[in-house]
């Protein structure tokens, strides 16, 4: 067995959705250090041939992207790899769900970000009914065992969540929909899945109680106020570069 945390160490309900930067400037400043320091670290992390996972997941709209965009705006593009991760191909169902992800994990001196991630098979996939029972109760073990396959093998990992309400959920979408540079980021799967919220924050929450390790740690961000989501994603991923 793979040591999980008990019920409720990680929730949903302890998370402050009303923390906001409100310093236009101190914000500015906070992100351009935090950038300039995951640029060097990055940049030791390749001459060091060390390895790292970070990987993303959270409600749709919540500001993955945006996060993950601030945390890499600086990398050099030889050092570090981006994932989208969506709906498997048809070769990838032909195999264990886990094996397309191996060939995503990071060679030396890599940095590998997940925007979305394994994680589906426990989220979208149990919920959507994509997976049996069976099959999604299994995963937790099985991603355990990955996760720790990885750690034991000198990969620094750190998984993120970001939370956000129900309500900013749906003021993003409507954005969306009027922005007609951004609208192909909202499709029929983002309504259907919003319509299953109670659903959704009964499979995170599951997942958090049996996933958070000491060696691969679950990190929920308040994402209400997305400045405030970015600083702490930084912060948290320049703390685990620096150990």
Known sequence: ???????????????????AVEDDEAYEKELETLQER???LQIQT???KRRAVLVFEGWDASGKGGAIRRL???????????WPIGAPSEEEKRHHYLWRFWSRTPGSGEVCVFDRSWYGRVLVERVEGFARPAEWRRAYTEINAFERTLTDDGVRMAKFFIHIDKKTQLQRFRAREKDPTRRYKL?????RNRSKWK???GAIQDMLD?????????HVVSGNDKRHARL?????CVKLLEE
Not at 187 to 191: A, I, R, S
Not at 232 to 236: K, P
């Open 1 to 19: 067995m793979f040591p999980v945390s008990p019920p409720g160490t990680l929730s949903l309900r302890d998370v402050d959705l009303s923390v």
């Open 38 to 40: 995951a640029f060097e």
């Open 46 to 48: 390749f001459l060091a």
């Open 72 to 82: 890499t705006s600086l990398m050099d593009p030889r050092g570090y790899k981006v």
């Open 187 to 191: 499709g029929p799967d983002d309504w």
């Open 199 to 201: 659903q959704y924050e």
């Open 210 to 218: 049996h996933t958070h390790r000491p060696d691969a740690p679950w």
């Open 232 to 236: 702490e994603v930084l912060r948290r």
